[in-house]
């Protein structure tokens, strides 16, 4: 079994998931939800309750208007974790005025 290398993905809409105990991941394309519920319990020693999958098809690329390649295709992984229960990384420093 190949190992799955998890990428967190930091954006607006996945910060705000955290809120309701989801995190966002990268994955490769082999990958299950079996495999990532694994993983993610091992690595980050928390409890996964619950894994959703997306796979994302490659873009097409163009260069001086011509077709020159496609980028690889991908998985996005959005794992919900038992309440109380944080994966660090995903917090965001809030602003104290």
């Known amino acids: 079994m190949k190992s799955i290398t998890f990428i967190p993905i930091i954006s607006e809409k996945s910060v705000q998931k955290v809120s309701n105990n989801k995190y966002t991941f990268r994955i ?7 495999n990532i519920k694994n993983e993610i319990e091992k690595k980050y020693k928390i409890n996964a309750t619950r894994v959703n999958v997306i796979s994302k098809k ?20 959005i794992v919900t974790v038992k309440k109380g229960q944080k994966i660090p990384g995903f917090e965001i420093a809030e602003d104290k005025k």
Not at 28 to 34: C, D, G, Q, R
């Open 28 to 34: 490769p394309e082999f990958s299950n939800k079996i």
């Open 58 to 77: 490659g873009k097409i690329k163009n260069y001086k208007g011509k077709k020159s390649g496609k980028t690889s295709d991908w998985k996005l992984a």
